[in-house]
């Protein structure tokens, strides 16, 4: 790197600054970055940030031209990459059921055994005891076929027990 507008300053050193801007940057992209049951979200994003602060450090040091490039290919990146996520998810079925339920440890084999008899794969459970008797499991479901939901509620409402059952959609888990 040519720093020649920058001589006779005593004891000046350009990549300090960089290595600060790197680490505050760094500290906001881990801020962005966020941990959903079995889902991690905010990584694209805090590699964006990161990126940006690299292609900023670099029009200030001079470099408009590999800036610029630098910018091109981000956006290359980002929009090849949105498309190939699309492409991806759009073809897994996956969802996350939640279940109100009493008397775990009785009803918990009679869930799996509906999820097991409808071909249904179980990727994460998690639990939340609301209070002594009712707990709150959340299932991360994917299969290969679509997911018979309104059948695996209707098997699910005919267990004793069972205070609440639904889903949402888990798209790009």
Same mark, same amino acid.
């Given at each position: =790197?040519?720093?020649?507008?920058?001589?006779?300053l005593a004891g000046y050193d350009p990549f300090r600054l960089g290595a600060q801007v790197i680490s505050g940057i760094g500290f906001l992209g881990a801020g962005t970055?966020?941990?959903?049951?079995? #889902?991690?979200?905010?990584?694209?994003?805090? &590699?964006?940030?990161?990126?940006? &602060?690299?292609?900023?450090?670099?029009?200030?040091?001079? +470099?408009?031209?590999?800036?610029?490039?630098?910018? %091109?290919?981000? =956006?290359?990146?980002?929009? #090849? +990459?949105?498309? +190939?996520?699309?492409? +991806?998810?759009?073809?897994?079925?996956?969802?996350?059921?939640?279940?109100?339920? &009493?008397?775990?440890?009785?009803? =918990?084999?009679?869930? !799996?055994?509906?999820?097991?008899?409808?071909? %249904?794969? %179980?990727?994460?459970?998690? !639990?939340?005891?609301?209070?002594?008797? =009712?707990?709150?499991?959340?299932?991360?479901?994917?299969?290969g076929n679509s997911i018979p939901i309104s059948e695996i509620l209707s098997k699910l409402s005919g267990i004793y027990g069972v205070k609440d059952a639904k889903y949402?959609?888990?798209?790009?888990?």
């Amino acid at each position: =790197m040519n720093f020649k507008w920058k001589q006779g300053l005593a004891g000046y050193d350009p990549f300090r600054l960089g290595a600060q801007v790197i680490s505050g940057i760094g500290f906001l992209g881990a801020g962005t970055i966020i941990k959903e049951g079995a #889902t991690v979200k905010g990584l694209t994003t805090a &590699a964006s940030i990161w990126t940006a &602060a690299c292609i900023g450090l670099s029009v200030g040091s001079g +470099l408009y031209y590999e800036a610029a490039a630098a910018t %091109v290919f981000l =956006m290359i990146a980002l929009r #090849t +990459l949105r498309v +190939l996520e699309h492409y +991806l998810v759009k073809n897994k079925n996956a969802m996350i059921l939640e279940i109100a339920v &009493a008397n775990i440890s009785r009803n =918990m084999s009679k869930i !799996t055994s509906i999820l097991e008899e409808k071909q %249904v794969e %179980v990727l994460a459970i998690s !639990t939340d005891y609301q209070d002594k008797e =009712m707990v709150k499991i959340e299932f991360l479901l994917e299969s290969g076929n679509s997911i018979p939901i309104s059948e695996i509620l209707s098997k699910l409402s005919g267990i004793y027990g069972v205070k609440d059952a639904k889903y949402k959609s888990a798209a790009g888990y």
